[in-house]
């Protein structure tokens, strides 16, 4: 029972204890509750009051449910349900904001290696549960305090607070082992799946959060020229 509910429903029991207790007392007041006393009029009030906050507190709660739901869907990726590109740069802003006040973060950014020709030959629905996949193993790597969005199409970027470049470096090899090792099984078949993975943290002197993007842009560009499916700083 929600706790917001608990003061309307103790008032209203106590309301009705009180008439049984008038009523035992008063058995003139319980031969017919309609007879126009004081008591009666002032427990028909009281009911009424009550009745009118529990039915507003339960209506308070259905709208904070219904907004919050809202919000949920406004900063999710409806495809595989990670952060959306506007709520993880929002995100960044906030890491870079908190990294002037002292907290460091780093970034991992990871593109997914041949989807364009995974997507070309089986069709876009076993892209979409490819990338599906990826999320499901890599979700394991990210903690509660992190953020985990897509940016676009097959890249998505992990936000870690409180993570220097050589935390950043082993929770992206863990990542590309864990994707590298969960073959797409599609058609009866296992199609391999691997991904590359850019890393970068936030340093003095960036002017923002776009200093620390695009340095992790850069090492995911380097770790595709070398060969994909590797970790890049």
């Not at 429903?9 to 017919?32: G, K, Q, V």
């Not at 008591?39 to 009281?46: E, V």
């Not at 406004?74 to 907290?103: K, S």
């Amino acid at each position: 029972m929600p706790a917001a509910l608990a003061l309307p429903l103790f008032l209203i029991a106590a309301l009705m204890a009180a008439r049984c207790i008038d009523a035992f007392l008063n058995p003139a007041h319980a031969t017919d509750v309609r007879a126009p006393t004081e008591f009666n009029i002032a427990f028909l009030w009281a009911a009424l009051v009550l009745t009118l906050l529990q039915n507003a507190t339960l209506a308070f709660l259905v709208l904070m449910r219904l907004i919050g739901r809202i919000e949920r869907l406004l900063e999710r990726d409806p495809l595989t349900d990670t952060l959306n590109r506007r709520a993880i740069d929002n995100a960044m802003v906030q890491a870079h904001a908190r990294f002037r006040r002292g907290r460091g973060y780093a970034l991992v950014m990871i593109d997914m290696d041949r989807f364009k020709q995974l997507n070309d030959s089986l069709g876009h629905a076993a892209g979409d549960a490819a990338l599906r996949q990826v999320v499901r193993e890599l979700q394991p790597c990210v903690r509660e305090v992190d953020r985990f969005g897509r940016l676009g199409g097959e890249e998505f970027c992990v936000l870690l607070p409180d993570t220097d470049i050589a935390g950043a470096a082993l929770v992206a090899e863990r990542m590309r082992c864990l994707v590298d090792m969960a073959p797409l099984r599609w058609l009866e078949q296992d199609w391999p799946l691997s991904a590359s993975f850019g890393i970068a943290e936030a340093e003095r002197g960036d002017a923002g959060v776009d200093a620390v993007l695009a340095r992790a842009d850069a090492a995911l560009y380097r770790a595709k020229n070398q060969g994909r499916n590797v970790v890049q700083a």
